[in-house]
Nanobody, 122 residues
């Protein structure tokens, strides 16, 4: 069992920045990848950034590439979000998978945090 808890969400104006942290505990030694997902109101949950135990270079969805940066530390996957837009509003989830797979896919994830809310508005 792996327990995940997010922190760092909040309200910010367009163009601003936020940093999200994920505290992982439990059997973290068996984690193959860690990821961040988000879910906007009325939309499906989407994977936006992931890092793999076998390769610490992060991967990103097109929607956040160039604006968001995931730390190259699978034990502490901090997500730095810059140049935020209103469409970045949603609940952000830290996630983990115990087997090697595409960690940006919903069906790859075994463990979820409760989520933290990000609101980008003027």
């Amino acid at each position: 069992q792996v327990d995940l808890v997010e922190s760092g969400g909040g309200s910010v104006q367009p163009g601003g920045s936020l940093t999200l942290d994920c505290a992982a505990s439990g059997r973290t030694g068996g984690v193959a990848c860690m990821a961040w997902f988000r879910q906007a109101p009325g939309k499906e949950r989407e994977g936006i950034a992931a890092i793999y135990a076998a390769n610490p270079k992060p991967v990103y969805s097109d929607s956040v590439k160039g604006r968001f940066t995931l730390s190259q530390d699978i034990a502490n996957p901090t997500l730095q979000m810059n140049m935020l837009k209103p469409e970045d509003t949603g609940t952000y989830y830290c996630a983990a998978a115990s087997r090697r797979a595409n960690c940006l896919r919903l069906d790859s994830i075994n463990y979820w945090g409760p989520g933290t809310l990000v609101d980008v508005s003027s």
